[in-house]
């Protein structure tokens, strides 16, 4: 083996356990302790011992904790979001960019409930019941996250995430690399994607949980008992042979009330799409990341809850009423489907859901706060930077000025919100 590609595996092999050290000491330490290393072990060496990794890890760990906050803010930051002081925001920025931040966020919540809901006798027996699938379902979780496939659907959460923990508020300082309020345009999903993820959803649901349904042997029945004195009627809730004859008239009855529902959407679509106004703030998204991720962890359970129905672990009660809500649903989402295929390349799902399901005409988005960071200001002079550093947001400054036009990122005032930002006229006819 060469001497280059020992000191890669070399490398490579610190580099790994040098992961026990947060984010933001790594990036201004890693190296100098990697060359530490280096010069200790010797030029033949290709992995780092074990003890040297070991004391890496006790270190790392030991980094994280010390320079984190105490373990009171931390249980509030994950189970209350409240805002977490100035002088940990660097951890929390490195705990919300991490790729585990959804396991991080959810964990905790979750074995709390776990353990609550185990402290009874029904708990304890449901949990038995649910633990094979509980495992599977934790096996398939780690591995997306693992495989980072779940980020666009945590996006959300980590952009609020950083609004709340990271943006300074008023009096707060600003530094070079911190994060700042500016206003940018929004997005919103396109018309022909939305609705044709919809239709695929609730025809597959539909044909699933009405499959499902129509085949459950056990049900819920209601039968009567002895009437006690002065009592006029009394009845019983229990289990036994599911009797699907009564669905099937409720189904029909969703169905009629569906295709009514449709046609009422159809005529406003007709009436309201005509006249759209322009969308100046907008930014139509024609893919969804999140959705064969979603797929992935919907379908399954799906089926698993479908399954149990069907062979009598579980009484017929999830299905029929999911079944019945997609009949419901279905017809409307097909002609939304056929007017969003009919109408024009900027039409946005909001807009047919506000004009089928609301009765309103498209209304003009307005501009929404945007997470910058602040750009790391170089003196010349100096040949140093912080230009920024120790700066304070002021409570004024040009909100009101389309995004475009801003140089940069502004300062927020109290509550992350701008200083004189002005709400546009609403258009005719709002």
């Not at 094979?132 to 398939?140: D, T």
């Not at 042979?241 to 046609?263: I, M």
Request: charged fraction near 20%; hydrophobic fraction near 45%; include cysteine.
């Amino acid at each position: 083996m060469s001497t280059v590609q020992g000191a890669d595996r070399f490398e490579r092999s610190t580099r790994f356990w040098l992961r026990a050290y947060p984010v933001r000491w790594r990036s201004v330490r890693g190296d100098e302790l990697l060359d530490v290393l280096r010069d200790l072990a010797g030029p033949d060496a290709t992995r780092l011992p074990l003890r040297e990794a070991l004391g890496l890890v006790r270190a790392g760990w030991a980094t994280r904790w010390r320079e984190g906050p105490p373990l009171r803010t931390r249980l509030t930051y994950r189970l209350l979001e409240i805002r977490i002081p100035p002088r940990y925001r660097e951890w929390a920025r490195d705990d919300i960019d991490g790729r585990w931040y959804d396991t991080r966020r959810g964990l905790l919540p979750a074995v709390l409930f776990v353990t609550i809901l185990g402290l009874g006798s029904a708990g304890k027996i449901a949990l038995s019941t649910l633990a094979p699938a509980l495992v599977v379902w934790a096996v398939v979780l780690l591995a997306l996250l693992r495989l980072d496939l779940l980020r666009p659907l945590s996006d959300p959460y980590r952009a609020r995430a950083v609004n709340r923990h990271l943006v300074p508020r008023h009096g707060e300082p600003v530094t070079p690399g911190g994060f700042m309020l500016t206003p940018g345009t929004g997005t919103r999903v396109d018309a022909r994607l939305g609705t044709t993820l919809a239709c695929a959803t609730l025809a597959a649901g539909a044909l699933m949980w009405t499959a499902a349904t129509l085949v459950a042997p056990r049900g819920l029945t209601v039968v009567g008992c002895p009437l006690e004195p002065g009592a006029f009627l009394c009845t019983t809730v229990d289990t036994g042979p599911w009797q699907p004859w009564w669905w099937v008239a409720l189904a029909a009855v969703a169905l009629v009330v569906g295709l009514f529902t449709a046609r009422r959407a159809e005529r406003r679509f007709a009436d309201l799409l005509a006249d759209r106004p322009a969308q100046p703030y907008r930014v139509l998204v024609h893919r969804v990341p999140g959705a064969v991720t979603a797929l992935v962890l919907l379908v399954p359970l799906a089926a698993w809850q479908a399954w149990f129905e069907v062979t009598g672990r579980w009484v017929a009660l999830i299905s029929p009423v999911a079944a019945t809500l997609c009949l419901l649903m279905l017809p409307g989402a097909l002609v939304a489907r056929r007017a969003a295929r009919r109408g024009p390349d900027d039409l946005a799902l909001i807009d047919l859901w506000r004009a089928g399901a609301e009765g309103q005409p498209p209304q003009v988005d307005e501009w929404v706060p945007a997470v910058v960071r602040v750009p790391v200001v170089v003196d010349p002079a100096s040949g140093g930077t912080g230009a920024r550093d120790g700066s304070r947001p002021s409570p004024g400054g040009p909100w009101s000025a389309p995004p475009g036009d801003l140089p940069g990122p502004q300062c927020v005032t109290h509550h992350g919100r701008p200083a004189t930002a002005t709400r546009r006229p609403r258009p005719p006819g709002r």
